[in-house]
């Protein structure tokens, strides 16, 4: 079978967004509304703009930012992948320990997948079996680092990109990607966003010419290492060889503006690169304590015991990894009410869990209406919006703002000002659409929301919330400049939507729940920016282990 080529079309209807949103996010309508531009580049001079941004959890009370630039700029990337992969995929594949070599697909969630962290630890003892020590490092903030400049360079060649510089070039064609980037977030030349499937390849490109740089550097002395986005462990049979190893690659780094990690750069004995302290011991405990013929004290006690872990490592994982769990063994049935209050317990007391407890509750409340405590999760859901809305982040927000939805209740003024002060695009965006069907209690919410669009409202940092306002016919006539070139325009012309109102959980469209009632609540979805339990810049933490191997 033929691999799948990039496609400016997937990478705008499927690689867009953040990973994990509520399902009411989409952008599979967006191309119907980009095709008329035609097949050439829209990014020109005049078209700038600054990503959306998207506060959302990670494990261990740590946060991630995702960049969401406008759709124009990432159609742009797309075509740039799209007529110049033949050039570029070489030098991918020529990175002989990348884990994390783009794979672009038709059908799924994205366009882009790689190698999903669960898959890193057989990786990692079928190359090193043979080693004794372990050079462990990444790159230090990488995204937000990355200087735009360096594309050409890897690309190209740094002295090829130097001599010539323009955009237009034919030559050193990957001044284009430069431009384009650059144009995205307000002409800045360091960092691209986190998030679009167009940065995971940009990354790797950068990152293969770095992976060139560094086995150069080694010369006849080969060096064996894995590499997943800008993680790095690389093999040594001594102490000194892998010192050498990391002043090789700190070397091939700086030539690209990036550095180590130092806090996170150790040398270590292989045995700690295979061992996997994840503490999994519970989910047999889960299991048994949950299912048919058990004492019910029993789960009672399991659950505590796993909260007080969770507490005591500030590893709210845990507890995510748990509620996966008994999802995937569908236990939810036979003490739910105890369940429910352990999931309230969690939004509460482990943001991380947000969108986990989110997803459980209004699958449960879809099937069985009557056996969720709709009182009490309206409660926790306003609690949490204000909360994290307080705090700017966005992910508990927008998953609770959600729930509340599902819910059929209402989002207070006291709430939504929070939001309207603190709080993304996006969660703004959803709380338009939330108002629209007079699910929020501020009468004077329409003018609050134009008010929080500023300068370049097409495609500055707030244009989901504009294109929304424009969608619902709210928004301000002033905002479409009939100057501006048309990939700026066309989406808001054209009264375009990121959000559907009426979707469903995804997992009700699982295409083997022909009876409508799905048995579990949590769909699978890509999670290559920290939406799993062992995110991929915390190689100090345990990572997840396959279920399925667990028993």
């Not at 035609?38 to 261990?60: D, L, P």
């Amino acid at each position: 079978m033929a691999a799948v080529q990039p496609s400016a079309e997937l990478f705008a209807t499927k690689g867009l967004l953040p990973e994990n949103l509520p399902p009411v996010f989409t952008t599979r309508n967006l191309w119907a509304h980009l095709a008329p531009i035609g097949g050439a580049y829209g990014v020109v001079a005049k078209v700038v703009g600054e990503a959306a941004t998207y506060n959302a959890s990670k494990r261990g009370g740590q946060r991630r930012i995702f960049g969401v630039p406008h759709p124009a700029f990432i159609r742009d990337a797309g075509l740039f992948y799209e007529k110049h992969w033949p050039s570029l995929l070489p030098q991918v594949e020529a990175s002989s320990g990348s884990v994390s070599k783009p794979i672009f697909q038709i059908a799924g969630n994205r366009h882009v997948r790689i190698t999903p962290h669960s898959e890193l630890p057989r990786i990692r003892l079928r190359a090193f079996s043979r080693f004794k020590y372990c050079l462990i490092t990444d790159v230090a903030r990488f995204f937000p680092s990355i200087y735009t400049h360096s594309f050409p360079w890897a690309i190209n060649g740094k002295r090829e990109a130097k001599t010539d510089s323009s955009p237009q070039s034919s030559a050193v064609f990957g001044n284009r990607l430069d431009f384009i980037l650059r144009n995205s977030q307000s002409r800045q030349t360091v960092g691209i966003a986190v998030g679009p499937d167009t940065s995971k390849v940009a990354s790797e490109l950068l990152m293969a010419a770095v992976d060139r740089a560094f086995v150069r550097r080694s010369g006849r002395a080969r060096p064996t290492y894995v590499r997943h986005v800008d993680d790095y462990w690389i093999a040594g049979n001594t102490y000194e060889e892998c010192e050498k190893h990391l002043q090789n690659l700190r070397a091939s780094l700086r030539e690209f503006e990036l550095d180590i990690n130092e806090g996170k750069t150790k040398i270590v004995s292989m045995r700690e690169v295979f061992a996997d302290d994840w503490p999994f011991e519970f989910d047999k405990e889960i299991i048994a304590s949950l299912e048919p013929g058990s004492n019910p004290n029993e789960a009672l006690g399991v659950l505590t015991s796993m909260i007080e872990r969770a507490t005591t490592t500030n590893d709210d994982g845990l507890i995510r990894h748990a509620i996966r769990v008994i999802d995937e063994r569908r236990l939810w049935s036979r003490d739910w009410d105890l369940l429910q209050h352990f999931l309230a317990q969690c939004a509460v007391q482990f943001p991380h869990t947000t969108d986990y407890v989110a997803r459980v509750v209004a699958w449960r409340h879809r099937i069985y209406p009557k056996q969720v405590d709709v009182g009490l999760w309206n409660e926790v859901a306003t609690l949490t919006v204000t909360q994290n809305a307080s705090l700017g982040r966005d992910s508990e927000a927008i998953w609770a703002l959600w729930l509340i939805k599902e819910l059929g209740a209402k989002v207070p003024r006291t709430t939504s000002d929070l939001m309207l002060s603190n709080s993304g695009s996006l969660v703004l965006a959803w709380l338009a659409h939330m108002h629209a069907k007079r699910m929020t209690t501020d009468r004077r919410l329409w003018s609050k929301l134009r008010e929080v669009v500023a300068d370049n409202p097409l495609a500055g940092s707030a244009w989901p919330l504009s294109l929304e306002l424009i969608h619902l016919e709210k928004g301000d006539a002033a905002w479409i400049d009939g100057s501006l070139p048309l990939a700026m325009r066309i989406l808001h012309e054209q009264k375009a939507s990121i959000i559907e109102w009426s979707a469903r959980p995804r997992v009700f469209d699982e295409p083997d729940d022909d009876d409508d009632m799905p048995d579990f609540a949590i769909e699978d979805y890509g999670a290559d920016y920290g939406g799993s339990e062992a995110d991929e810049d915390e190689e100090d933490l345990p990572e997840r282990p396959d279920f399925d191997d667990l028993f």
